[in-house]
C-alpha cells in the first residue's frame, strides 16, 4: 500500500506565507508526476500546481508568481511554498502523485487534505 501524508497547513493572514508539505511511503518503486489540487467549499477540485520527475512545473493561472511546487525525489515528498496569500486561497489542499509500486503496478494516490485559511 501506499499513503501520501500532508502538513502544514493552517490559518495565515492576507499577505503571508504557508509551506505545504507530502510524502509519500510504503511499497513506493518510483514517482512520476506530483501535484497539488484545493477544493474550496461549494466548488469543484483545481488543479494548483504539478511537478514531474525531471523537475517541469505548471501552475494555475491564480497562483502564478506567488507559489512555487518544488520537490525531493530522495525523500518521496513534494513541497508547495505559499507566498503573498489571499482570502480566495482558503481551501482544503490535496496533495496528488503517480506512483509506481513495487511489484510495477501504477495508480494515482491522494493525501488525505490540509486546510488553509487566508483570514484576518
Known amino acids: 500500500q501506499v499513503q501520501l501524508v500532508e502538513s502544514g497547513g493552517g490559518l495565515v493572514q492576507p499577505g503571508g506565507s504557508l509551506r505545504l508539505s507530502c510524502a509519500a511511503s510504503?511499497?513506493?518503486?518510483?514517482?512520476?508526476?506530483m501535484g497539488w489540487y484545493r477544493q474550496a467549499p461549494g466548488k469543484e477540485r483545481e488543479l494548483v500546481a504539478r511537478v514531474t520527475i525531471g523537475g517541469s512545473t505548471n501552475y494555475a493561472d491564480s497562483v502564478k508568481g506567488r507559489f512555487t511546487i518544488s520537490r525531493d525525489n530522495a525523500k518521496n515528498t513534494v513541497y508547495l511554498q505559499m507566498n503573498s496569500l489571499k482570502p480566495e486561497d482558503t481551501a482544503v489542499y490535496y496533495c496528488?502523485?503517480?506512483?509506481?509500486?513495487?511489484?510495477?503496478?501504477?495508480?494515482?494516490?491522494w493525501g488525505q487534505g490540509t486546510q488553509v485559511t487566508v483570514s484576518s
Open positions: 510504503g511499497s513506493v518503486f518510483s514517482i512520476n508526476d
Open positions: 496528488n502523485a503517480l506512483v509506481r509500486r513495487i511489484g510495477g503496478a501504477t495508480y494515482y494516490y
